[in-house]
């Protein structure tokens, strides 16, 4: 695929935050992106890195009205030795071929998109933030531009990278967060599109999280939406718990996204020999363990989130604090480990860092 370049003046050129603390995680975006369109007989075409701006749509396109629509996130990590390296970024973009399939969306030929990721990335790399905890956080979307406001498949689309300088997502960093379980709203179906990553799926979760921060709650944790019962994940990570020796984390029924980070966790405890499963968990499992005392640690797991430590969970308005409300060993060791590895500073035996 030929990129053209269409590089920033000099006045366009933007100043690179001078630190990352106190800067709102994906509120700043680099000097450039990466478009490229698709239309039906034409395939994907149009491939350029040009100047950050505004995108010129009609009221019309088709995604403003229906959310036909997938995005992905992943990110730069600047080592200790100065690189800048990518974490298993095959596995975001096919992801976001399944995305793409389930919304009836033109799929991206995954080794030439990293290339153009790649090109874009050498480009802006002075947007890849130095201080430790922090990366370039990097946003694939795609939607339906088609002006038309029938409901159908879209004919035209609009695929861009945009790239953002963060800290932690959470303002508490890398401390346990207190996490609301929801039994008044469910988020996916069986058979709908909770596995894909698709806006209206957060669309839908914006009320519960909203209900959950007034009531001082970081995230809301999903039930299942059938029985209400199983847990299946928080609003913007997946969630492990150590039940006695076993770290164990809802298994993939298509309601949940299939998180990248997650399998990492699961074939990192594998590696180790540790007792990692996939299961159904119940939620009465899990508070029964939190007041006996077998469930000693939760966690979440996801790659704005990194590793998240839950101090408190709440259900039906009762608080269970999980094991002396601080970060546990487990959490700790996955966090030390997955990020050692994004960072550089630790041995990486799967070959999941990619420089470029
Ligand atoms: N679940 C949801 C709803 C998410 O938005 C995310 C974040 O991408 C995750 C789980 C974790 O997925 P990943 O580890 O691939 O970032
Ligand atoms: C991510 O972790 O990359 C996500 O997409 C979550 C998003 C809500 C920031």
Not at 227 to 249: H, L, W
Not at 292 to 317: N, R
Not at 323 to 344: C, D, K, M, S, V
Request: net charge negative.
């Amino acid at each position: 695929m030929e990129v053209k370049l269409n590089k920033a003046t000099p006045e366009q050129l933007k100043t690179t935050p001078a630190s990352m603390s106190g800067v709102v995680f994906g509120t700043q975006f680099s000097d450039h992106m990466f478009c490229m369109e698709w239309e039906d007989g034409k395939g994907w075409h149009n491939a350029e890195i040009k100047p950050y701006g505004p995108l010129l749509m009609e009221p019309s396109a088709m995604v403003l009205h229906y959310a036909q629509m997938a995005f992905e996130g992943l990110k730069v990590y600047r080592t200790d030795s100065g690189e800048n390296v990518l974490f298993r970024p095959r596995e975001n973009f096919k992801r976001m071929n399944r995305t793409a399939q389930r919304m009836c969306l033109p799929e991206i030929d995954v080794e030439e998109v990293l290339d153009a990721l790649k090109q874009l990335l050498r480009l802006d790399s002075a947007w890849v933030p130095h201080e430790s905890g922090t990366t370039l956080y990097i946003r694939p979307t795609i939607v339906a531009t088609e002006e038309a406001i029938g409901l159908k498949v879209s004919s035209k689309y609009l695929f861009f990278i945009i790239l953002s300088p963060v800290g932690p997502y959470y303002s508490q960093g890398f401390n346990p967060v207190k996490i609301m379980v929801s039994d008044k709203y469910v988020r996916a179906v069986p058979g709908g599109v909770g596995y894909a990553k698709t806006g209206g799926n957060y669309a839908a979760s914006i009320l519960a999280e909203k209900e959950a921060k007034e009531l001082g709650y970081t995230q809301v944790l999903w039930l299942d939406a059938v029985e209400r019962r199983y847990i299946e994940e928080v609003g913007a990570m997946n969630i492990f718990f150590v039940i006695d020796d076993e770290i164990v984390t809802p298994q993939l029924t298509g309601s949940i996204l299939p998180g990248i980070t997650r399998m990492s966790v699961l074939e990192l405890g594998k590696h180790w020999g540790l007792n990692v499963s996939a299961r159904r968990i119940s939620i009465d499992e899990v508070l029964t363990g939190l007041k006996e005392g077998s469930v000693t640690e939760v966690f979440g797991a996801g790659t704005a989130a990194v590793i998240s430590p839950v101090g408190v969970l709440s259900y039906k308005e009762e608080e269970y604090q999980v094991g002396n409300g601080e970060t546990g060993p487990i959490a700790n060791r996955f966090f030390e480990q997955l990020t050692g590895i994004q960072y550089g500073k630790e041995e990486d035996p799967f070959d999941w860092v990619e420089s470029f």
